[in-house]
Every structure is written in C-alpha cells, then in structure tokens.
C-alpha cells in the first residue's frame, strides 16, 4: 500500500516524521484515532502489517530500517524516532 507522501514528510523533521507513522498506522489499522504511546499488536497490527509499514517508511525515507530495532519501537513515537535516527545516520 503506498500511501500520498508530501515534501514535508520526506523532507521535515521529527514531527512530521510521527505524523506520518501515525496515518500509516491509522490507514492500515483502519483506525480513526491512534495515541502516540499505543502499542501496535494491541490495536490488532500483525506481523504483516508491521512489515508493510516499515516498507512504506523505508520507501518514502529512502533508508533501511533494521528489523530487529523495528520491531522493539512498536508505538507512533518509538517508529518514528527510529526513522529520524536512521535518516541522520
């Protein structure tokens, strides 16, 4: 699922970077609201929904994600600072 992606999003900082992560998990968890401190599997996500996300942020980023750090940052704002560290990497 590829989702419209802004200049802000690809190019912003942080908060943009955590306002992306949270429309893709709202769009893939079919979900209207999603805190930022919510966890991934409790909102129902599943592995494939977990890796599609982390395609869609590898992709509109440009950057390889490590799956294991992914997979240990399962809320908004643990993905989200883990896109921004990687990007500054």
């Known amino acids: 699922m590829t989702t419209d992606t802004t200049d802000t999003q690809t190019s912003g900082g942080s908060d943009a970077i955590t306002d992306h992560v949270e429309q893709l998990w709202r769009a893939m968890l079919k979900r209207d609201h999603v805190a930022h401190d919510d966890n991934f599997a409790d909102l129902g996500g599943d592995s494939l929904l977990l890796l599609a996300i982390m395609n869609e942020l590898e992709e509109t ?24 560290e990687t990007r500054a990497r």
């Open 61 to 84: 980023y440009d950057i390889e994600l490590d799956v294991e750090e992914f997979v240990q940052n399962l809320t908004v704002s643990g993905m989200a600072a883990l896109v921004a």
